[in-house]
């Protein structure tokens, strides 16, 4: 036998072993969409109220505002970063509308202006997270934690502890006027997912992002600018919440920070849920599409049961933890670095 030959049979296991395991990962690419199924068809089961027209437009509207949120940290955790500033600047966002905006607070009356500038901010101060960090080298989780309390502490200094009413119909009929039984906001939520879904799949730019995450290293070498696909993506995802921030205040027409509280974690789950990787370089934004619709779901089905609100969250919490157990999600993310 020639050298070659044992050569190539030696590495006929790693091969084998190459093989299987690129398989198993492409099984569990579609073990979120098992789940979604599963449980759609086991909320059809337990409530006759469930699969109602009421009920379908109802999920629509419940995931609107969370799917925004989710959208804002996919492209982060691809990079193997976590936001943890959303909730500051989403009530930064509304508080920069809320006194900007016909209000009973200020003699401003900027109309949609008052959403562009908000939005706008928010993108700058992504843009200053994704700045420091790749100058600072501080992990993203840090930056992000703090930008979070200057932001929530920015936003609490305009209003001064009293939160203005908006009264900017304008601005408000995206919560208050319909269109095929949803709330305008939800096609708001829709365009951004196309959006996020477009930079994602369709783009130069997208590639880079999942290069970055999977190995910087590796991404520098092939010439991608690491430092500036990390801002870039934090500007966008500033941006992102900023519209989260503006549809927030739409529905509550109060910038009160109460109303934007424990956004970041659900958001997070909502994207571990949906499969995508949390060391980065894996997943995407219709896995967490995938995992707002079932988060929604749960959420629906336990109102539905009529299910008492002080358990939900517990009751939500033994799930999830049960479902990424079940399937294998700590396997998939144990190689978690933050960066």
């Not at 992102?240 to 958001?267: L, T, W």
Request: one cysteine or more; glycine letters at 10%.
């Amino acid at each position: 036998m020639s050298k070659m030959e044992i050569q190539a049979n030696a590495s006929k296991p790693f091969d084998h072993r190459a093989h299987r395991q690129h398989q198993l990962e492409r099984i569990k690419n579609f073990v979120p969409l098992g789940i979604l199924f599963i449980f759609f068809i086991g909320c059809s089961i337990i409530s006759d109220d469930f699969l109602t027209r009421n009920n379908l437009l109802t999920l629509l509207d419940l995931a609107s505002l969370p799917l925004i949120i989710a959208l804002s940290s996919t492209l982060v955790v691809i990079i193997g970063s976590i936001n943890l500033s959303i909730e500051g600047m989403m009530g930064l966002s509304g508080a920069i509308i809320s006194m900007l905006a016909l209000n009973n607070r200020t003699v401003f009356n900027l109309g949609i202006f008052a959403v562009l500038i908000a939005v706008a901010v928010s993108g700058f101060v992504g843009f200053l997270i994704g700045l420091i960090m790749v100058h600072t080298k501080i992990p993203s989780f840090m930056v992000t934690f703090c930008m979070g309390l200057i932001t929530t502490g920015a936003a609490l200094i305009m209003y001064g502890g009293k939160p203005g009413t908006l009264s900017d119909m304008q601005i408000r009929s995206i919560a208050l006027n319909k269109f095929l039984g949803v709330p305008i906001y939800f096609y708001i939520a829709l365009l951004v997912f196309l959006i996020a879904w477009l930079i994602q799949s369709k783009t130069a730019f997208g590639r880079q992002i999942y290069a970055v995450g999977q190995d910087e290293n590796s991404a520098a070498m092939a010439g991608i600018n690491v430092n500036r696909v990390k801002i870039t993506v934090f500007t966008l995802a500033g941006l992102i919440i900023g519209i989260a921030g503006f549809v927030s205040i739409a529905q509550f027409a109060r910038a009160d920070m109460s109303n934007v509280m424990n956004k970041s974690f659900p958001a997070l789950a909502a994207i571990v849920l949906g499969g995508t990787n949390l060391s980065g370089g894996r997943g995407g934004v219709v896995n967490t599409l995938v995992g707002v619709t079932i988060i929604t779901m749960l959420t629906n089905i336990m109102v539905l049961l009529s299910v008492n609100a002080y358990v939900r969250d517990a009751a939500q919490g033994v799930f999830l933890l049960i479902i990424m157990v079940a399937f294998g999600w700590s396997k998939k993310n144990k190689k978690l670095i933050v960066k």
